[in-house]
């Protein structure tokens, strides 16, 4: 237990509860959700194990100094007087990324660049050499972070976003990103307990995170590499030992994972992605128009989808012809009519759209869509006639 530190996941807006809860289920110390991060606590073999396996985390951050800061000079001078050689040399190629929220400090850009200035110098001052800046592809990858006075500097162990699985070689206009796709579906309270339905999977993001839920698979199985991999106090033989005690936790599925789309090159871009995760045998892709299809079961299904939102596609040039209102009516009618016996979940940045769905949502959670402000909507669908009513948007 002496040997945990703390340590800050960072998410999409509305998820910080589910980022907790996977937090906890790893067995995290002192989870403490925040506003788009929730802190915790643990051990190196832990920061390798939650980058591998949190599905909801975009960052895992290692703070490692924090001070009050007023003004540039001030950040300049405590910046500098920072033991650096704990953390690079002059051979290590470093870049910074930084986010603030202050009255004192209003340009990340600037913040990164006076850092990045005390930190060269401190090292031209006492080595006589300094260390280079590599944007694209550091050894090193630090995380400035200022909250009114209070400035926290973090090692980023995750390095590029952890959106970015490893698995998805081809996307469609605008994907739904892999972040906000798990999040979506634990939200919704997806647990591969029953058939799986995208009825508009585009390139089959929700397809394969699901597919991944479903078995507990560590969800950047698929991913080349970490920044923690380029630590200079790196231990390969304990991260191996954490990737194999994650798969060891990996379990059958017994049902389906359906996709539909009625684009040829979408239902081929799946496929190929699905491929990718290596979960073919548990994903069928079908070219489908929605409109046009009945539940493909008889038991209990699960859909979770991300339709057109309209403004998104029209505001591009791409669909000017795109009717809003019929299309969201069609959702409504093909649930009510042909698909008995489900739990429908989708997102939309639409708002006024969901008035002609023509059924009254049992649930609506914000979220957000890259900058769209969104809602997660949940419809269900009774068996037969039973409560059908209450489906129905009272006039």
Known sequence: MNNN????AKTLFGFEEILGKELRNLGAGHVVEGVRNVSFEGD?????KANLCLR???KVLKPIHSFSVRNENELYRKIYTMDWGDYL???????????VNSDHFTHSLYVSQKAKDAIVDKFRDTEGKRPSVDVKHPDVRLNIH????????SLDSSGRSLHQRGYRMATNIAPINEVLAAGLLLLSGWDGQCDFLDPMCGSGTLLTEAAMIACNIPVNINRKEFAFEKWEDFDATLFEKIVNASLNKTREFHHKIIGYDKAPSAVRKAIANAESANLSEYITIERKNFFETAKPTDTHLHIVFNPPYGERLDRRGLDSGFDVEAFYSDIGDTLKQEYPGTEAWFITSNLE?????GLRPSRKIKVFNSHLESRLVKYVMYEGSKKAKNNLVQE
């Open 56 to 58: 909801t985390a975009i």
């Open 44 to 48: 190196t073999g832990f920061m390798y």
């Open 5 to 8: 530190f703390k340590m800050v």
């Open 353 to 357: 759209a969901l008035k002609y769905v």
């Open 146 to 153: 200022i909250h009114k006075q209070q400035c926290t500097i």
């Open 89 to 99: 040399s002059v051979d290590t190629t470093f870049a910074i990324d930084t986010t």
